[in-house]
Structure formats: structure tokens, C-alpha cells
């Protein structure tokens, strides 16, 4: 999650030089959520419809958002994020898209008063799970109302597990990737709470209205949660 002066996320996304080392360093940009985000892509692809507008919050370099673009040619994506310095980075990384993406500077507790279009698919990827659970339930009701009839939302982020698991899915990562850049060699940045469970993102979800939300895909701490509207 990234943030600008007066909101409530962390400072850190403020500083340029930490955004700019978190992004060289950041291995999540990479392969190792590929699936996951073409995944994404896969379910939209079954609705009857191709999405012809999808807004990505907290959407940092920009990825998840390029990856729905390349798989739905005709739609324009709606970057949002709360960071000037992502900014930079998205707009260079995004620029072959040209004015098929807009940029909005917001926070995520706050897009339901960003002026935001109607969208087919609202995405989000490693920025929720700095949220309360009430301010994770605000988040995907403001999603909801968004979204027209039959669209999308798609949450991959950071879960809580239990703590024997917790231990147990370090253990594992650090065994799978013993010669890659792991997210322990990011600079640190502040949790002010536990990341939502598994079943908080669920049970958020129901309660901001969404009747079918289903976690999709799952390896250690890192899930996708998605429903249709």
C-alpha cells in the first residue's frame, strides 16, 4: 500500500528513494505471481462480456493492471494509488499503453470520493491487507458499488495464517527460492495490525455484498479472492 501527506497509510511510500529501492528489489514484480494474475484474467474471461473499463487500486508499478489490459485489448484501464513516487514508476512502466490508462492519486480508504468511473473489474493486489477488518469491509463495499451488474473484483494479497503456519510458510519460501531475492531482502516498511485472515477477506467480502466470493488461489501467505457483482 503507498500513501501521500495526510492520509493514514505508512510514510514510507512518501519517500522516493524507499519506493524506488522497493520496486529494484521487489521479486513479487517478477514470475512468481504470473499465474495468479493471468488467473484473474481467465475467470473475468468467462462472463458473457468483454470488461471495457478496469480500475486497479493501490496499484503500485502497475502490473496487475497491464496483465488484464494485454488479456482485454479493448478495455482502458484507471490506475489508482495514494504514492506520487509509484506514480513515476507506473507511468514509465505503462507508457506503451498510452491514453488507454488514466492516473488518479487516492487512498484505498477512500475511493468511494476519488470520482472513479463505473467499472467492470476492480482489482487489487498486495495493498489490502494493511487494513482494519472494518476498513477491509469499507473497501470492498465502496469495490461493490463500483462495479456494474456482473462485473469482477479480484483481491491478491497477504493473508494471516495461524502461527505454526505462519513459521512453517517462511520455512517453505525460503527453501523454494534459495538462490532468489526473497521479500525479507525488501526494505521494511509498517504493519500496524495482523493482515486479515483467509476468512475475514471471505466474510468482508459477503458483508460489503458480494454473494459468491470464492478464494481462487492460494500458495503460503498469498491468496487471490475474487466474486462477481
Not at 482494519?132 to 463500483?146: I, N, P, Q
Amino acid at each position: 500500500m503507498t500513501d501521500t501527506p495526510g492520509t493514514t497509510i505508512p510514510g514510507d511510500w512518501r519517500n522516493r528513494d524507499f519506493v524506488r529501492l522497493w520496486h529494484e528489489k521487489d521479486d513479487d514484480i517478477g514470475d512468481r505471481l504470473a499465474f495468479p494474475r493471468s488467473l484473474t484474467a481467465a475467470v473475468v474471461a468467462t462472463g458473457t462480456t468483454e470488461p471495457g473499463v478496469i480500475v486497479d487500486i493501490g496499484s503500485g508499478p502497475g502490473l496487475y493492471l497491464s496483465v488484464l489490459l494485454d488479456a482485454f485489448p479493448k478495455a482502458r484501464g484507471v490506475w489508482v494509488d495514494a504514492s506520487t513516487p509509484m506514480l513515476e514508476i507506473a507511468q514509465a512502466r505503462l507508457g506503451e499503453y498510452g491514453d488507454r490508462i488514466s492516473y488518479v492519486i487516492a487512498d484505498m480508504r477512500e475511493i468511494d470520493r476519488a470520482d472513479l468511473p463505473e467499472a467492470d473489474v476492480v482489482v487489487s493486489s498486495r495493498a489490502a491487507h494493511h487494513l482494519t477488518y472494518a476498513e477491509l469491509v469499507a473497501f470492498y463495499r465502496a469495490s461493490f458499488a463500483l462495479l456494474r451488474s456482473g462485473g469482477w473484483i479480484a483481491n491478491l494479497d497477504h493473508t494471516e495464517p495461524p502461527a505454526g503456519w505462519d513459521a512453517r510458510y517462511k520455512l517453505l519460501r525460503k527453501k523454494d527460492r534459495p538462490s532468489k531475492k526473497r521479500s525479507a531482502d525488501l526494505p521494511p516498511h509498517r504493519h500496524d495490525h495482523p493482515r486479515p485472515t483467509v476468512t475475514e477477506n471471505l466474510s468482508a467480502l459477503h458483508e460489503a455484498g458480494f454473494a459468491e466470493p470464492e478464494l481462487v488461489w492460494k500458495a503460503y501467505h498469498t491468496c487471490l479472492f475474487m466474486a462477481p457483482k
